[in-house]
């Protein structure tokens, strides 16, 4: 199981989970096998595909799982952050690094609007930078 499950109280509409069912329902929500799920609630492999078709603990699996989704998502963009912002630091701090990522990664660069296709324009920015070191 997952050392980062976030704490959460037990809503009134899963009190009638046994305390293994919430255990074996976080696993599964995690993202864990029914085998490691079973161990952990120490039940058995059938016990945890049986509870899968009760409509009380299928709820329960997708509302953590929404919850550990969000939890994701939000570190995901922590994460996309300072590394847009490390590249934003490299390259304004060396002119051909920019050019070398414009020429390597072309998705990088801005649409020219009116225009099909993508156009780079790297020369344009390449020299923008070159100017604004001056």
């Not at 255990?23 to 599964?28: G, K, N």
């Not at 994701?72 to 590394?83: E, I, P």
């Given at each position: 199981?997952?050392?980062?499950?976030?704490?959460?109280?037990?809503?009134?509409?899963?009190?009638?989970?046994?305390?293994?069912?919430?255990?074996?329902?976080?696993?599964?929500a995690s993202g864990?096998?029914?085998?490691?799920?079973?161990?952990?609630a120490r039940v058995?492999?059938?016990?945890?595909?049986?509870?899968?078709?009760?409509?009380?603990?299928?709820?329960?699996?997708?509302?953590?799982?929404?919850?550990?989704a969000d939890d994701?998502?939000?570190?995901?963009?922590?994460?996309?952050?300072?590394?847009?912002?490390?590249?934003?630091?490299?390259?304004?701090?060396?002119?051909?690094?920019?050019?070398?990522?414009?020429?390597?990664?072309?998705?990088?660069?801005?649409?020219?609007?009116?225009?099909?296709?993508?156009?780079?324009?790297?020369?344009?920015?390449?020299?923008?930078?070159?100017?604004?070191?001056?």
């Amino acid at each position: 199981m997952s050392q980062n499950v976030p704490f959460d109280p037990v809503p009134p509409e899963t009190s009638e989970l046994t305390p293994a069912q919430r255990v074996a329902a976080a696993v599964l929500a995690s993202g864990d096998t029914t085998h490691r799920a079973a161990s952990f609630a120490r039940v058995n492999r059938r016990t945890i595909t049986r509870w899968r078709s009760e409509p009380a603990f299928a709820k329960e699996i997708d509302r953590l799982t929404s919850i550990y989704a969000d939890d994701v998502a939000a570190k995901l963009q922590l994460a996309a952050r300072r590394a847009a912002e490390c590249l934003a630091n490299a390259v304004a701090d060396d002119p051909k690094l920019a050019l070398r990522l414009l020429t390597s990664f072309p998705h990088l660069a801005e649409r020219e609007p009116g225009k099909s296709g993508m156009e780079l324009r790297v020369e344009d920015r390449y020299f923008a930078m070159l100017a604004s070191e001056d």
